[in-house]
């Protein structure tokens, strides 16, 4: 069902003016409505459980892991910290506009809109949420339609326990999507894929609202020589979890595709066939240990990647899947084309390519020469191609010898750059992302000098030229007299 | 920042910068009905939908200017085609790596150093030819502002370059973290007639300092200043990363078309949506430098002398009104009105003389639409007989004077757009406090500004009142610290630059984490087991006792 929002003007109205009243603004409003997201998860937990296993088929460690710790993490961090963030910055003056000090004053930006995607559809509304309560906006939410007990299950639950004068979730689909982005906002956050980005920001540019994109992009794994056994075990397990442990590669910092060498690939296949197996059970549809692809489009979508001639006869391993559960295989492909569409767009599944190079170290310019992922991760001990990697190659973030877990990280912006989307949050970026810095100078009457007001006349000139470059004693000579030129 | 860029100047542009946006929307309304389940390829074929229309569009509007891009005297027509000629050049410098290294950057901000050092007579000329702008304030508000802006980019660039180490939490530990500063590519600046060289060179230095390649494109509104660019920057700076595109608005739609990875606009806000919708078929994030009313509240316990001086320096002294932090109206109580007005008078008399017009301590009016558009101003029916000094005009020389108009009414054209010139409205409430309601229920502009002594009052400002800046008993100022961040809020604009922020204007910080493959915890990965759901909680709540239990098999 969805919402009439012939009259969402005059809802907006009522928004702003609970924003105005500055409710949203005191410290007691922002942790009264973090310490209610806290208890939200904690005491409906079953709930969202349940409606990520119907939307998505997660299976409920990963769906914990993903969706209600991290959120509560960082909705602890942001209560920890507000007092912190919340308190303005002195900034330091030069000498010259002496008697004056000068801080740096955050402020609540005032209704924001943020539009979330169905993938982790707790875990992406939750965390810009969290930024914005903290930063003391007004809130709406509008998750995706592709989920949609998971949608219920937000707008229920934060009605009961979040304050919806100032809070609130709009259900809806596109259409509903389209009729509010009508409207004018002080922020709008958007997480999703690139088309629908362009089509935000569009209609953002009519009010010259700013925007936050997290989009996606090919993630790629680097998988170096690496010697000890151990560590071979780890990255290999890792790399798995990476890519189909988190709700079936439906992420946008999931790994996309592995770039390895020659040589080292086919023992990279026997083992990630081996830990495959180990981590998901022969057969993971019964056992339900990977999420199922969101709804029939994009497992057609999948299918149609796979179907691709040359794709097709570069399966190397899965590849089958099943129409009815919407579950696809784990699978993976060696070589496919690089002009293959797998090997273009983001592939937002179980599908893992792995691309064979000449040298590990080819792959920055095999990075480089592509549009800028979200994520880059390297699984190498090799400090040089490390340094090659971050100087060179353009990305959201760089991972080393792990994976996805730099989401978790709240000292670490994260965003992407160029075609994975612009703008950062987790943690403090999250309450910048939501605050405009404003520039406060306070200055006092006691010395004010002539020589900043016309007439202008040469002595003037010269005083402010010495006064502009710091020079105080030059400063002083020609005030009183005893210097000509600075 | 009410500069005039290009493509405002057409009869009609408004309306079809404003449709701009609009009709993208709808078309991709439409489009997206008819595909309710998109694929790459139809996505493709959409985005040249967007692109064919946004071109229509930009054609509307440079034909309905056409008139004066006949009258231009732009040298050679700089189209698509070279647009697309010079972003392949400076994508191959930027991707060979070239502007990355410090010493590219800090080379070319000593070159860009001497060039200010070599060339300020032209620059004074040019000012005086485009704007009459006084030597004193071309001196102080573009040379002078800029030298110390690179000579702080060329001090702390290393500072700047280094990459920012990050703590890491228990749930990632062992690991080390840093945040890493990276050019983003190729950027392009556009830039106003105002201050035709600061708001040119300024984001220059932190585009460069972030090791991007450069396109500026100067405003044609300022031609003397907008020539000397191309001229110097040609000279002293890199030709290989840093160019300049002179034009009006086919050279700035040809730009727009082309892929950047980053635009800085400064300018007013109606061609700022027209290069956010632009910006947004690429995905390019956007700096928007815009005006707006800025506000000087003035109580009544304050330093008169002091105060009036610093408002008429302000408002008359610093390029006429035509600055985007220019104090745009006062409010006053009813009371104190006419105590500051006499005040603004005598020091206007002293500063610029009995009679302003022939002052060379002003600078003109920008030019002759902008002159226009201010004499609208004046001669509007609602505010006849609320002139209470000056509203001398002289078309012939762009001349206007310092003109007071008292209370004039808020529907009036003087209170609902920005001024940028010369004329200075006083707004009288009953009480002080109403003065900052007056500012809260209007758009956020770039700066506010407040005179008084009251404590209170200085804290309710602050913290009720939104703009980019806020200067407590003075105007202006804050641009000139480095250590403040520039840029507004709302309609005021997106995004801040100046010292350290241009910097980070102009740079993406990318997350770097270090991870060793021991100390892993298996709880993250799949099979699946209740064990791991209790460890997982112990992590993420960071409680370092609950990981032992958990691991213990406890709890």
Redesign the interface.
């Known amino acids: 069902m969805e919402p009439n929002l012939d009259d969402f003007e005059g809802e907006l109205k009522e928004l702003r003016e609970i924003f105005?009243s500055?409710k949203t603004r005191e410290a007691s409003w922002r942790k009264s409505q973090l310490k209610g997201i806290l208890s939200l998860l904690k005491e409906q937990e079953h709930d969202i459980l349940k409606a990520l296993h119907q939307d998505l088929g997660k299976?409920?460690?990963?769906a914990?892991?993903d969706e209600i710790?991290?959120v509560?993490?960082s909705a602890?961090y942001a209560l920890g910290n507000l007092k912190k963030w919340m308190s303005s910055k002195r900034?330091?003056?030069?000498l010259a506009?002496f008697p004056?000090s000068?801080k740096?004053?955050p402020?609540p930006?005032?209704v924001v809109l943020i539009i979330s995607s169905w993938n982790f559809p707790f875990g992406l509304s939750f965390e810009p949420i969290i930024g914005a309560i903290a930063a003391g906006n007004v809130v709406i939410l509008k998750p995706s339609e592709l989920a949609p007990q998971c949608s219920l299950a937000l707008a229920n639950t934060i009605h009961d326990y979040l304050d919806t004068t100032a809070i609130k979730v709009i259900l809806g689909g596109?259409h509903v999507g389209?009729k509010l982005?009508?409207h004018r906002f002080?922020k709008i956050f958007f997480t999703g894929g690139?088309?629908v980005?362009?089509?935000v920001?569009?209609?953002?540019?009519?009010n010259?609202t700013?925007v936050t994109?997290e989009?996606g992009g090919k993630c790629p794994a680097v998988v170096d020589f690496i010697s000890?056994s151990?560590?071979r075990k780890?990255?290999i397990?890792?790399i798995?979890?990476g890519k189909f442990?988190v709700c079936a590669g439906q992420a946008c910092i999931g790994i996309d595709y592995i770039i390895t060498t020659k040589e080292l690939a086919s023992t990279l296949v026997e083992l990630l066939k081996k830990y495959i197996n180990?981590?998901?059970?022969y057969n993971p549809k019964v056992i339900n240990?990977i999420a199922k692809i969101i709804n029939k489009?994009h497992f057609s979508?999948l299918k149609e990647l796979l179907d691709e001639p040359g794709v097709k006869s570069s399966i190397i391993y899965g590849g089958l899947p099943d129409d009815e559960n919407l579950f696809m295989e784990p699978t993976i492909l060696l070589d496919p084309p690089l002009d293959a569409?797998i090997m273009?767009?983001e592939i937002f599944g179980p599908l893992l390519p792995i691309i064979t190079l000449g040298s590990i170290e080819d792959s920055v310019d095999f990075i480089?020469t592509r549009p800028k992922p979200l994520a880059i991760y390297g699984f190498t001990n090799n400090e040089n191609l490390?340094k090659k990697m971050?100087?060179?190659t353009?990305?959201?973030?760089?991972?080393?010898?792990?994976a996805i877990?730099?989401y978790?990280?709240?000292?670490?912006?994260?965003g992407g750059?160029?075609?994975s989307?612009?703008?950062?949050y987790h943690g403090k970026y999250s309450f910048e992302c939501f605050s405009?810095?404003?520039?406060?100078?306070?200055?006092?009457?006691l010395i004010?000098f002539g020589f900043?007001?016309?007439?202008?006349n040469n002595k003037?000139?010269q005083l402010?030229?010495s006064g502009?470059?710091y020079d105080y004693i030059t400063l002083v000579l020609i005030k009183l007299g005893l210097k000509s030129k600075a | 920042m009410e500069a005039l860029s290009p493509l405002r100047e057409g009869p009609d542009p408004n309306e079809a910068a404003m449709d701009v946006a609009g009709d993208l929307s709808k078309s991709m309304i439409k489009f997206y009905r008819r595909y309710p389940s998109i694929t790459h390829r139809q996505h493709r074929s959409f985005s040249l939908q967007i692109h064919a229309s946004l071109c229509r569009l930009m054609l509307t509007i440079t034909m309905a200017s056409e008139e004066q891009v006949k009258n231009s005297t732009a040298p050679a027509m700089f189209d698509t085609e070279a647009a697309n000629c010079l972003m392949k050049e400076l994508r191959s410098t930027f991707l060979a790596g070239k502007t990355k290294s410090y010493e590219w950057r800090s080379s070319q901000l000593k070159s860009l150093l001497k060039m200010l050092e070599d060339s300020d007579k032209q620059i004074c000329d040019a000012l005086f030819s485009d704007l009459s702008k006084p030597e004193m304030e071309a001196y102080i508000h573009e040379i002078a502002m800029i030298k110390s802006s690179c000579k702080l980019a060329l001090k702390k660039l290393k500072d700047w370059m280094k990459p920012e180490k990050a703590k890491t939490n228990l749930g990632t530990f062992p690991s080390s973290a840093e945040i890493v500063p990276e050019p983003l590519g190729v950027v392009l600046i556009i830039s106003a007639w105002n201050y035709p060289l600061l708001l040119s060179v300024d984001p220059v230095i932190g585009a460069i300092a972030a090791g991007n390649a450069v396109v500026l494109k100067p405003s044609e509104l300022a031609p003397a200043m907008s020539s000397l660019l191309a001229k110097l920057l040609g000279k002293y700076l890199d030709n290989s990363a840093i160019k300049v595109v002179e034009g009006a608005v086919p050279e700035t739609s040809a730009l727009l078309e082309q892929k950047w990875d980053k635009i800085f606009y400064t300018g007013n806000g109606r061609v700022a949506r027209v290069v956010m919708a632009a910006a947004a078929k690429n995905l390019t994030p956007v700096v928007l430098e815009l005006g707006g009313k800025s506000p000087v509240l003035v109580d009544s316990n304050i330093d008169l002398t002091v105060t009036a001086r610093r408002i008429v320096s302000g408002k008359w002294g610093c390029n006429n009104g035509q600055a985007c932090v220019a104090p745009d109206y006062i409010i006053t109580t009813k009371q104190y009105a006419p105590v500051l007005i006499d005040s603004l008078k005598h020091h206007l008399v002293k500063f610029f003389g009995e009679d302003p017009m022939n002052s060379p301590d002003m600078s003109k009016v920008g030019h002759s639409r902008h002159f226009a558009r201010l004499k609208k101003l004046l001669d509007d029916d609602k505010i006849s007989g609320k002139i209470i000094h000056g509203g001398q005009t002289d078309k012939s020389n762009l001349k206007i004077a310092p003109t007071i108009v008292l209370d004039a009414p808020e529907d009036s054209l003087i209170m609902s757009e920005e001024i940028f010139g010369p004329l200075l409205p006083i707004v009288t409430v009953e009480k002080i406090e109403d003065g900052v309601e007056f500012i809260n229920s209007r758009p956020k502009p770039l700066a506010a500004y407040l005179f008084t002594n009251t404590k209170q009052l200085k804290e309710e400002f602050v913290s009720n009142i939104s703009a980019g800046g806020v200067v407590i008993n003075d105007v202006t100022l804050h641009l000139m610290v480095d250590t403040l961040p520039f840029g507004g809020v709302g309609e005021s604009g997106t995004g801040a630059y100046h010292g350290k922020f241009s910097f980070d204007a102009f740079s993406h910080k990318k997350a770097v984490l270090y991870r060793g493959f021991f100390g892993d915890a298996p709880a993250r990965y799949p099979p699946y087991t209740p064990g791991k759901l209790r460890l997982l909680k112990a992590l993420l709540d960071g409680s370092l006792f609950g990981i032992i239990r958990a691991l213990f098999g406890f709890s």
């Open positions: 105005n500055g299976h409920h460690v990963e914990y892991r710790g991290t509560a993490k602890n900034a330091k003056l030069p506009s004056s000068a740096l004053v402020e930006l005032g596109r389209e982005l009508q002080d690139a088309s980005g362009q089509f920001m569009t209609a953002a540019a009519r010259l700013p994109l989009l000890s151990w560590d780890i990255a397990k890792i798995i979890w442990g180990k981590a998901f059970g240990s489009n979508r569409a273009k767009e480089k490390q971050i100087s060179e353009s990305s959201g973030s760089i991972t080393f010898n792990d877990i730099h978790a990280a709240d000292t670490l912006p994260f750059v160029g075609g989307g612009f703008g950062r405009h810095e404003k520039a406060v100078m306070v200055r006092g009457y004010d900043r007001y016309p007439p202008w003037k000139l402010l030229k502009l470059r």
